[in-house]
């Protein structure tokens, strides 16, 4: 027989007797046949004729009210539930009596444990730490909501009366961490909970990028210092000021889109060009930013861009310093002349447009980075005394801050691409056009526009265009002041090349390595054909022993 374990068999089998009263006869036959169907376990010790569980003693029996005995019996009797249990364990009814256990076979019978407590008054000490359990669980939920509603309050509090009395702070500053004493626990506490939640952090800057996309988040800038280079000579402001005669008009050789050029007589005899930038097209505290500019533009060096000398920064005042070209402006020359000057004959013209072609190429093609003129007139090609080109004005356009914005008030000029009259945006192709427009002025004589002309004329691109491959109408194009001397083969090579940079599509232009190839051919084939017609005129009598003489001047 299965052995029934100790705890359970009491669990199960305990009656409650009231120990002031008899035991109930009933109770204990219902003890007697649970004993009997186990076939009576020697280990109880029960003896086998007893009536009296409570007045023997018997193991494992303890006598009580028999409501408890009820509520006992009840509740164990649902836990025999264990797999030594074969049998089935007959309905227990409530009037706390055992009818018949039946025949419960039990496969072992188990040691039966020690007797259980007997009944304590009061509460147990589970149901204690339950209540105590469920108060303090209650308090905290109630305190964290009150907590929670006075944070609340308080943060609105602070942080309006943070953006009535303080600004935050810059964010190129250091932010001071301030420690804050209380009177009382209440205010500490206070302080925590609101005043720091609400600390912001300090703004952070955000730079744009060269070309306006993509915006980035970075640290504040800090200006670097730029040092100019050591050939470029710093002058003050007061030396400027006593070579050009206080930058007096009689000094004054031009004006363009950012400022006034003045002649500048040193004592030692050299002559200097000493450009004033307006203040009002440069921003304020523009020291650093200038003195970039000046680095920059004293990089640029080439035969026929003008060289930077020297600058002055001082007072508020922002100079360049360039070298001289007596004979002025290719504009000066085209449309100042009066008629005793000398005008430009047709190789000087193609040498000036080689020569500022060969500038351009330097600029777009050689120079790293890049730059793009943004401001090809005829009034920045400066001639020296050999009338050789020199692009002045070179990356002032590209490093000043809004020089799109100056040049656009010039628009209608007539130097400037179509597209940069739609867009307001200066490229390569735009610099290529206005070179173009530069050729027409060689090539004709008349202004880029000119508003004294009939309306359909007074454009010089828009009168000039249709004609450029038409022969005859060409004849008629050129400037009367050649009087003809210009070979008709070189006026229509050079009529092509005019009509490549004014193309109105900018893609179609080309760029200016190949417009200074077609030029240079066109040079080549000119002196081809001078030699040959001077070769037919010329007459080698026999037995000379004079050397031919070569010719006294070809284009260049």
């Known amino acids: 027989m299965v052995m029934l374990k100790p705890l359970l068999f009491i669990a199960t089998c305990i009656l409650l007797f009231n120990s002031n009263t008899a035991t109930d006869p009933t109770d204990v036959a219902s003890v007697k046949a649970i004993f009997q169907s186990m076939n009576s376990p020697p280990q109880l010790g029960w003896p086998a004729n007893g009536d009296d569980p409570c007045g023997q003693s018997w193991k494992g029996i303890t006598c ?10 009840m509740r164990r009797a649902q836990d025999l539930h264990h797999p030594l249990l074969l049998g089935r364990l ?60 006075k944070s609340k309050k308080s943060s609105s509090d602070l942080e309006k009366s943070g953006n009535q009395s303080t600004a935050p702070p810059p964010s190129n500053e250091a932010h001071e961490v301030t420690s804050v004493q209380t009177s009382s626990v209440h205010d500490l506490k206070k302080f925590d909970t609101s005043a720091s939640i609400n600390l912001k952090p300090p703004p952070i800057d955000r730079h744009k990028s060269f070309d306006n996309n993509e915006v980035s988040i970075n640290s504040p800038i800090v200006k670097k210092t730029v040092t100019p280079p050591a050939d470029v000579q710093s002058y003050s402001i007061a030396d400027l000021q006593i070579t050009t005669g206080s930058f007096s008009m009689d000094h004054l050789v031009g004006e363009g889109s950012f400022g006034r050029v003045y002649r ?6 050299k002559v200097l060009a000493v450009k004033k930038i307006d203040s009002s097209v440069l921003p304020n505290d523009f020291t650093e930013d200038f003195l970039e500019i000046v680095s920059n533009i004293s990089h640029l060096h080439h035969p026929n861009v003008t060289e930077l000398v020297g600058y002055c920064s001082e007072h508020g005042q922002h100079l360049l310093v360039y070298e001289f070209h007596k004979n002025g402006s290719l504009h000066d020359f085209l449309h100042v002349s009066d008629e005793f000057s000398k005008p430009l004959i047709w190789n000087s013209r193609v040498k000036i447009a080689l020569g500022t072609a060969r500038a351009l190429e330097y ?12 401001n090809i007139k005829s009034a920045n ?14 990356g002032l356009a590209s490093y000043i801050p809004n020089a799109e914005q100056i040049l656009n008030h010039n628009v209608g000029s007539g130097y400037d691409a179509p597209e940069v009259a739609l867009s307001g945006q200066y490229t390569f192709k735009s610099d290529i056009y206005s070179f173009g427009v530069v050729m027409l002025e060689l090539l004709s004589g008349r202004k880029p526009f000119d508003s004294s002309r009939a309306r359909p004329d007074q454009s010089l ?40 940079c004014v193309q109105p599509e900018p893609e179609f232009r080309p760029p200016m390595s190949e417009v200074v190839q077609a030029l240079v051919r066109l040079v080549q084939r000119a002196n081809m054909s001078r030699w040959a017609t001077m070769d037919n005129n010329h007459v080698v009598k026999p037995n000379a022993n004079k050397q031919q003489k070569m010719p006294a001047q070809s284009i260049f």
């Open 64 to 73: 009580s009210d028999t409501r408890t005995f009820r509520r006992v019996v």
């Open 381 to 394: 090609i400066l001639l020296d005394a050999e009338l050789n080109p020199h692009l002045s004005d070179c």
């Open 264 to 269: 500048a007589q040193f004592n030692d005899g």
């Open 90 to 149: 007959q309905y227990l009814k409530p009037n706390n009596t055992i009818n018949q256990v039946g025949e419960l076979p039990l496969a072992k019978m188990l040691a039966v444990a020690q007797k259980m407590r007997t009944k304590k008054s009061g509460i147990g000490g589970g149901v204690i730490a339950g209540i105590v359990i469920s108060i303090i669980v209650v308090v905290a939920i109630v305190a964290f909501f009150m907590v929670k509603r």
């Open 363 to 374: 600029l777009h093609e050689v120079c790293s980075p890049s730059v793009v003129h943004k």
């Open 461 to 500: 691109v828009r009168w000039a265009t249709p004609q450029l491959h038409d022969i005859d109408a060409l004849a008629k194009m050129v400037d009367p002041a050649l009087k003809g001397l210009y070979p008709v083969k070189s006026l229509s090579r050079f009529a092509d090349v005019i009509a490549l």
